[in-house]
């Protein structure tokens, strides 16, 4: 009894223990990591990047749009992309998951949320916020002189999937929605009107340093559910869909599906890598406000927080085990 007990635990022990070491794979052919056009995407493609570099791969960096990303992955022309914000529903995404040719890598692990923002004292000039219904009667002071009738809202760029104006036409408020040309540029619209203290409205995101710099708050929307984009008669307008909050959450990775095949070692790394909110937000602001690049400021990351990611490494390659 004693020597089958003594054999049992061994099986246990084995199941439960570390996982076998997958093979590196082909690694004299770069991995090729899209990247997008907004601060935090490339500082998690770059600390993605480092990780793979570390375990023994050459990495290609490559700018694509966020449009035309997709069909780019399905090609194998590029193999990962480390951001996809799901909750805006990018175009070509969930048609490029369905068609089999792109494979999910599993959530990235930021508490990402977009949103409608204003900056503080705009509660002031308009009761009744954070209320979204507040907007109704307050919708002029948006305006580019205060007194018109249309409020001016900035929205996400166009080529970003999803401007997120379309909240706004959903619950029928009176703005006139133009979209942002960069993110650059939706920062300096923040930083004029919080100098002049005049009224701003956008589509914003968490994490990133202007949040907090400039004490931005989310507008109240109804409360977010899948039903809202299938059926006009939930929500407060009855003859649209899409009137109600972002979903939160949902910054997915995803990659080639020859991936795995090709670079197993790569494949696990990627796929096991998580990034939270506290890690990325204030090397966004390193980049945007202190002028650091973003490969300098993800190989500090990197450097100084070894025992976060080394342990991936580890796992999917077998180096470093006793």
Known sequence: MKIKAFAAALAALAVSGTAEAADMGDTG???RL????????????????????EAGYTVEYVEASLGGV????????LHAI??????????????????????????????????????????????GLPDWEALRDCAAIFSADGKGKKGRYLAY????????????????????????????????????????????????WQPHWAMSTYALQFVRLPKY???CH????WGPNPKETGDCDFQRGGVAKAAWKGLKDRWPAAYEILKNYQLSIWDQQPLIGLVDVRGETVQGAARGW??????????VIEEATGKGRS
């Open 225 to 227: 559910d899948p039903v």
């Open 82 to 127: 480390m951001e996809v914000w799901t909750s805006s529903s990018p175009e070509g995404y969930v048609e490029a998951l369905e068609g089999g040719d792109m494979v999910d890598l599993g959530d990235l692990g930021l508490d990402a949320r977009n949103g409608v923002v204003v900056p503080p004292y705009v509660a002031q000039m308009c009761p």
């Open 230 to 233: 299938t059926d006009p008669a």
């Open 302 to 311: 990197l450097a100084v927080n070894r025992a976060k990611w080394m342990p």
């Open 157 to 204: 760029p166009e080529s970003w999937g999803s401007p997120g104006g379309d909240r706004i036409r959903a619950l029928g408020l009176p703005f006139d929605v133009v979209a942002a040309e960069s993110e650059a540029a939706m920062i300096e619209e923040f930083q004029n009107a919080y100098r002049e203290k005049r009224p701003v409205i956008a589509t914003f």
């Open 29 to 31: 052919t770069p991995i």
């Open 70 to 77: 997709f069909p780019q992955i399905e090609s194998g022309e």
């Open 34 to 53: 899209a990247l997008n056009n907004w601060t935090g995407q490339h500082l998690s493609t770059y600390i993605a990047g480092g990780m793979l570099e």
